[in-house]
Structures are given as structure tokens and as C-alpha cells.
């Protein structure tokens, strides 16, 4: 039984003289006869039953049950081809022994006729549309699809629903489920005509200012769209958007952060990945990279670029030559300073945690014209392996006792200036000084590129080694401590940060950091011993 909040409106011949029609009226009886009822013009499915009967599926629509039927009406042919139609399209469009009545939105997704297993599955779900008073969308998703039909999801919307035939409800729709027939532009720019339609903002975006971003979603093989909602758009600051806007690189940059060439459904294994080994591909304009999650528990896909972070509300839209995800933030325009930016990061919770007990966070949570950071941030890895080889190190490092001792480790990857610095700036500083290395705060830090491509920096991996070990070191052997930089650029408000995996410190005792100046060489007993006699004798000529 289902509660709801109108009343079914009763199907009904639009003549007396077709009386009869309105007894024993089975979904495909309506389907054969549609233009006799009263469904107005708009709601004549006279193709669909042409199409029906071409594929021999139309004696499907008379099954006893309660079903739910969706009919696309005669104009949504005017813009899908009829060949794309064929028996498993025609199966996708009855979902057996259910009933998906309009009131009950969002549903969750149900298995059509169209599932078999091993083969083709389409799942179907009723969404409502997201506009102020909007109409009911059905969604298909195609699961699994084989070498006629692809893959991912199409949404077409009720335009008349809720109709009662003697085997279950029947709901017409604007286009065909299942039949991915338009191009990624074709599909933004026909939704955002409607200006309550959730891709308006950004369809207007793209005729604008798109230029050639347009035609590289027209020419595009296959490819992965992130289309800001409206929601985005009323979200983002519109002067820092429309300055970007304004400048041709930087709106290049803006517009390929949100498409990438490869296509990545949400329930792409890939996606999976976490931390570390989160799964990244280069943006289309290749100075950026995206990164990509899926959490299967909570069914969420998000989104990262160049430091701003995404939700998809509406994932695995399909078209001939991609997918689409609907996303509910901009990317490339940052909105948390850096201490918001560690704080909401999973991936940088200890370093969070080091920076609060140090009392570094209040100062990454300042925002002045003239202070910038350029924050090198060890990833949770990074810290447990400093566990794992440098045990007593780890300690000094939790000492509340010493708290000097893990401030000047963070500081040792910290710059602040009246700039802040991209990873590739960091490198050509480094190439640029004598010493090869990029004073911080703390230290001094090399930083360095390989496969280098001045263009596509999105394929270029980045390093970072820390050589003062070294220098205090006798072994001729010895090796600079050095990490790989995970994530880089990560825009905020105040500055940049880049993620590394590995700590720049080693097995030097506590006091040496931050008070043995570079070049004295560390690692020798003798030396060992000067260095904690002259600590003595400092410390007892203070008390007398």
C-alpha cells in the first residue's frame, strides 16, 4: 500500500465513441492506442509502440502484474534517431512488480526487464529535478553494457506521470531511457537551455567564454566532464571567478580542470583508492591533475583540483563520447586557508595534529595580503615510517616536554614570504641558486623535476631532499633524505601547500635541529662528545 498526496487522475477515451477503450486498459493497450486518451498532443507515444512492434516487445506492455511502464513521447524522437532504439532499449523502459510512483522520490535504483546476468544490466530510479517546483526525473543507469550500449546513466523527465493501467502505472518521458545518443557538449548545451535546469550557469559559461574548450568536448574521443550545478556557480566568489575568466591562460586552466580524457564512471575500480595511491589523471589543459574518490559505502564520489574539493550530485551521465558528473563546487578556486585545508584533509590529519600542539595552526589560519605560506606537508605515511626507522626521534617528537623540536621539523618545510610558490616555481628556484636548494624556515630544501615538460607540467613527478644530513655526516656514502611529492599545488586562500611522502628529518638528536648551524659534520663519537660537553658547560655557566 503507498500513501499519497493527490489522487490518481483516471484514464479516459477522448470521444464517447471509444467507450470500449476504457475497459481492461493494459499498459499496452494504451501504448497502441495512445492518441485516444486524454494525454493532450504532447503525450502521444505513437513511435514507441511503432518501435515496440519492430523489435517484438509489445506484447511485454500486456503482462499481468503491477509494473511500471515509462513511454517516450513522439517529439523525443526528434532529437534521438529511432535505430538507437532496439529490444534490450525497449526492456529498459518496464520495471517488473514494482511500482515507482512520482510521490515516493528519490527512490533508489530498481532492475528493469533489461537485466541479465553476465550481460546488460539497467537499473531505473525516479530523482526529483532540483528546480523550485521542478518536474520528476527518471534516471537509467547501465551497469554493464556490451558493444551497442554503453555504459552510464541517462536522465529524462516526466512530463505526464502516475497514469493507472490494469497491470500497474505508466509514466510518460521526454526522451528514451538508456540510449546514449548525444555528445558531452550536445548534452550541456540542450539541459542548460531550460534556465531552471541544473547545468544553465555552466552551459551559459561555455557559450560565453568557452571558445575552444567547447570544441575539445565536441571532438573528444572519450573523456570525463565535471560540470558545476547551479548550486556551484551561487557558491563560488564570482570576482576571483570573473577575474579568471578574464585571462585567457587562466581560464584555459579553469575550464580543463573540469574535464579530463579519459572516461571514469563512479564505479570504476580505480576510483577506489585512497590516501596515497588515490587515483589522479592529468586535466585536459595538462598543467593540473584531478583527483578522483569513490567510497562505495556512502555511494560518494568526490573531486579534487588544484586544492579544491567536490561532491558529485549526480554521477555517470552518458553520452557517445564520455560521462558526465554534475559536481557541487568549482575547482581551481580555492575557498579554505591552509589550516582548513589540513584540517579537512584525512590524508594530513597527523600533521594537523603537530601543527595544533605546536601552535603553528593559528598562524596557517591567518589570511594577510602580505603573508603567504609555502607549506610542504608530510602525509600520515610520511610520519609512520619516522615511527617505524627513527623510534627514539618519534619520541622527542611527542615530548610535550620539547616542544621546540617538532616546531622546527614543520618549519624546516615551511616558507613564508609576501608570495606564495607552485611546485614548479619551487624547482626553478632551486635550479637558479648556487647552493641549488630554496631557504625555508627552518632549513634549506632542494627541489627537483623529472621528465621534465615546461608545457604539460601535469605529467612531470616532483621531488624534494633535504642535503644537511649530509653535511654533518663523515660517511662519503651518505645520502640525502628525500621524498616524492604526492599532491602538488594545492591552492588555498593564504597560500599553497604540497603533500610529500616522507619527513625531512633523520636519526640527529633533538637539540641539533634548529641549533647546529649547516656544515658542522654530525656522526662521530669524538664529536659526539664535544658537542654535549660544550651543552653542559653552557648550561652550568648559565647557573652560576
Not at 92 to 114: F, K, N
Amino acid at each position: 500500500m503507498f500513501i499519497i498526496d493527490s489522487v490518481l487522475e483516471p484514464l479516459l477515451p477522448i470521444s464517447f465513441k471509444n467507450a470500449s477503450y476504457t475497459q481492461g486498459v493494459t499498459a499496452g493497450k494504451l501504448l497502441q492506442r495512445s492518441t485516444l486518451y486524454n494525454l493532450g498532443e504532447d503525450g502521444w507515444a505513437r513511435i514507441f509502440f511503432q518501435l515496440a512492434k519492430t523489435n517484438k516487445r509489445d506484447k511485454m506492455f500486456d503482462v499481468k502484474g503491477k509494473h511500471t511502464f515509462f513511454f517516450p513521447i513522439d517529439s523525443a524522437f526528434d532529437v534521438i534517431a529511432r535505430e538507437f532504439v532496439d529490444a534490450k532499449v525497449m526492456e529498459a523502459h518496464i520495471v517488473p512488480q514494482q511500482l515507482l510512483l512520482t510521490t515516493l522520490i528519490p527512490t533508489g535504483e530498481v532492475s528493469t526487464v533489461a537485466w541479465e546476468q553476465g550481460g546488460v544490466k539497467v537499473n531505473v530510479s525516479l530523482q526529483p529535478s532540483g528546480a523550485v517546483g521542478g518536474t520528476v526525473m527518471v534516471r537509467s543507469n547501465t551497469i554493464s553494457g556490451d558493444r551497442v550500449h554503453g555504459t552510464g546513466m541517462v536522465v529524462s523527465r516526466i512530463v505526464k506521470g502516475n497514469i493507472p493501467v490494469q497491470n500497474g502505472i505508466v509514466h510518460l518521458i521526454d526522451k528514451p531511457l538508456m540510449v546514449v545518443a548525444r555528445s558531452l557538449y550536445d548534452y550541456v548545451m540542450e539541459e542548460g537551455k531550460d534556465r531552471n535546469n541544473r547545468l544553465y550557469s555552466f552551459a551559459q559559461m561555455i557559450r560565453d567564454k568557452g571558445g575552444s574548450f567547447g570544441e575539445a568536448l565536441l571532438e573528444s574521443k572519450d573523456g570525463t566532464l565535471l560540470a558545476p550545478s547551479n548550486e556551484a556557480f551561487r557558491k563560488v566568489d564570482r570576482n576571483r571567478l570573473n577575474y579568471i575568466l578574464g585571462h585567457q591562460n587562466l581560464r584555459n586552466e579553469i575550464f580543463g580542470l573540469h574535464f579530463v580524457r579519459e572516461r571514469l564512471g563512479s564505479h570504476d575500480l580505480k576510483l577506489r583508492a585512497t590516501g596515497e595511491e588515490m587515483y589522479s589523471v592529468a586535466a585536459s589543459w595538462a598543467t593540473n591533475r584531478v583527483w578522483f574518490n569513490f567510497e562505495p559505502k556512502t555511494e560518494t564520489l568526490t573531486v579534487e583540483g588544484r586544492g579544491s574539493n567536490a561532491t558529485a550530485l549526480e554521477t555517470d551521465i552518458g553520452t557517445y563520447n564520455g560521462v558526465i558528473h554534475v559536481i557541487d563546487s568549482f575547482l581551481g578556486i580555492p575557498h579554505m586557508s591552509v589550516a582548513e585545508k589540513m584540517r579537512s584533509d584525512p590524508l594530513l590529519s597527523h600533521s594537523w595534529s603537530l601543527s595544533i600542539a605546536t601552535r603553528l595552526s593559528k598562524l596557517f589560519a591567518e589570511v594577510h595580503p602580505n603573508k603567504r605560506f609555502t607549506f610542504i606537508v608530510p602525509t600520515n605515511n610520511a610520519w609512520e615510517k619516522v615511527k617505524r626507522d627513527f623510534s627514539t626521534v618519534f619520541l622527542s617528537l611527542t615530548d610535550i616536554n620539547n616542544p621546540d623540536y617538532p616546531t622546527n621539523i614543520l618549519r624546516r618545510h615551511l616558507i613564508i614570504s609576501d608570495r606564495d610558490f607552485t611546485i614548479e616555481q619551487l624547482v626553478e628556484r632551486s635550479l637558479r641558486s648556487t647552493k641549488k636548494t630554496v631557504n625555508t624556515e627552518g632549513g634549506e630544501l632542494r627541489f627537483s623535476a623529472v621528465n621534465i615538460d615546461e608545457q604539460f607540467t601535469a605529467y612531470n613527478d616532483y621531488y624534494i631532499s633535504w642535503e644537511e644530513s649530509c653535511r654533518r655526516s663523515f660517511d662519503p656514502k651518505c645520502s640525502p633524505v628525500k621524498g616524492k611529492i604526492v599532491r602538488p599545488n594545492i591552492e588555498c586562500t593564504n597560500g599553497y601547500i604540497h603533500i610529500v611522502d616522507t619527513v625531512m628529518l633523520d636519526d640527529s638528536p633533538p637539540w641539533l635541529v634548529g641549533g647546529v648551524p649547516a656544515g658542522v659534520p654530525w656522526g662521530s663519537g669524538i664529536l659526539v662528545l664535544a658537542v654535549l660537553t660544550q651543552y653542559v658547560a653552557t648550561y652550568l655557566s648559565a647557573c652560576l
